[in-house]
């Protein structure tokens, strides 16, 4: 089996879209991350949901954990909205690895090669030219793996 057997439409997002857009389309689809690609649907990096997270809490909450005790339960619960129009680009570290993508032939091997490697529930799969075709989450792999016949 290749990857672009198991590979599916996934929504995603581009550099310039709000984290707030990006933090309600991962938790719309049920996405165990996001894949932010460029307005010709080359991926540019790939976020597992922990990374997504990240990106909602403002840095001064992350440096220093006993400032985010003294917010209330009423305004702490509502924390990641405090980003107002912040973008993605604005929320990740200058410097971006490599995407965590596979070519469409790659083996289930070698995808879940690349998820254990790079920690990351969630690999793109592009075509030879670049583009993003799909995706495919941690949990379709395992369950391609654990239950072959059932993928048909």
Known sequence: MQASDIAVQLPTVILSDPVTKAVMIMAAAQLPGLIVVDHSLRPQVVLPGTQVLRMTVLRSYQRDQALARTIDEAHADLFWQELGAQSVSDCLPARLGKPVVVA?????????????????????????????????????????????????
């Open 104 to 152: 469409e032939d790659a083996t289930l091997l070698e995808v879940a090669n690349l998820m254990a490697r790079m920690h990351c529930p969630l690999v793109g799969v592009v075509n030879a030219s670049g583009r993003l075709v799909g995706g495919i989450t941690l949990n379709a792999l395992v369950a391609s793996l654990a239950f072959p016949d059932s993928a048909d």
